[in-house]
């Protein structure tokens, strides 16, 4: 099953917060290093994909960048 940007946009998030949560830097609301390195993530995956190829693929990454940048 594709999940909606807003499911991998949370997906990523909380691989980043179980991650960085094992350090104790701070608590899920108020981290916001989890939300800007989820963010570095998807603009790796932005910076790869050739939107004229894949418009599709890039139009899902930008919709989780959006859920990401709404977190």
Do not use: R, S
Not at 16 to 29: C, P, V
Not at 31 to 58: G, M
Request: net charge negative.
């Amino acid at each position: 099953m594709i999940m909606t940007p807003k499911e991998k946009a949370n997906e990523i998030f909380d691989k980043y917060f179980d991650l960085l949560f094992e350090t104790h830097i701070y608590g899920k609301d108020e981290n916001p290093i989890i939300k800007e390195a989820a963010i570095i993530v998807v603009k790796e995956i932005l910076d790869d994909l050739p939107p004229t190829l894949l418009p599709d693929k890039t139009d899902y990454w930008q919709k989780v960048m959006d859920e990401l940048n709404a977190l």
